[in-house]
T-cell receptor, first 114, second 116 residues
């Protein structure tokens, strides 16, 4: 079975701090893509960052970066210099090459405190 | 270019009624996906459609649920004889091509279905 596990239901940090959200996944496939989505209270699903499994280099998007450990099937998200607007639910997800469905984790509720 | 439009944003139904959820994909997108989000859970895939065709409905409950994406008009997710367990947020996403090569999947803001 293909699954995604986010072991931190909730996290809370102070503004400007760095926070890391963890994600592990399980698949027997070797070609896949990994994603982090942000869901603010508006409910809109916003893509934060993506990573191709065949790429060893970790993806980076401004203040957001990932630590991709393929052998460990781990895909954590690091948010640097956190901002109040980063407060949201964060979902880790992956999709198998050739498939058409994303598999999501249960989410981590992140709160950035002023 | 407007994003993926879902309506209504909130829908309240009594047990036994029908719920019809609409999704207008982004302009130029011919691939539509429906996901369901139960409270405090992640999104779960339901169905994948292309124009006039259901490609993958492996996540759809076998009874009471149906989806369509006609040649003209929005995609419709239909739930007949709703029960309290159907209460959830239903998200639509669209893409201009198959995933993940295109990797241009855009989500709507969802329809929150509440069954009384």
């Amino acid at each position: 079975a293909q699954t995604v596990t986010q072991s931190q239901p909730e996290m809370s940090v102070q503004e400007a701090e760095t926070v890391t959200l963890s994600c592990t996944y399980d698949t027997s496939e070797s070609n896949y893509y990994l994603f982090w989505y942000k869901q603010p209270p508006s409910r809109q699903m916003i893509l934060v960052i993506r990573q191709e499994a065949y790429k060893q280099q970790n993806a980076t998007e401004n203040r957001f970066s990932v630590n991709f450990q393929k052998a460990a099937k781990s895909f954590s998200l690091k948010i640097s210099d956190s901002q109040l607007g980063d407060t949201a639910m964060y979902f880790c997800a992956f999709i198998i090459q050739g498939a058409q469905k994303l598999v999501f984790g249960q989410g981590t509720r992140l709160t950035i405190n002023p | 270019n407007a994003g993926v439009m879902q309506n209504p944003r909130h829908l309240v139904r009594r047990r036994g009624q029908e719920a019809r959820l609409r999704c207008s994909p982004m302009k130029g997108h011919s691939h539509v996906y429906w996901y369901r989000q139960l409270p405090e859970e992640g999104l779960k895939f339901m169905v994948y459609l292309q124009k006039e065709n259901i490609i993958d409905e492996s996540g759809m409950p076998k009874e009471r649920f149906s989806a369509e994406f006609p040649k003209e008009g929005p995609s419709i997710l239909r739930i007949q004889q709703v029960v309290r367990g159907d209460s959830a947020a239903y998200f639509c996403a669209s893409s201009p091509m198959e995933l993940p090569q295109g990797d241009r999947l855009f989500f709507g803001s969802g329809t929150q279905l509440s069954v009384l």
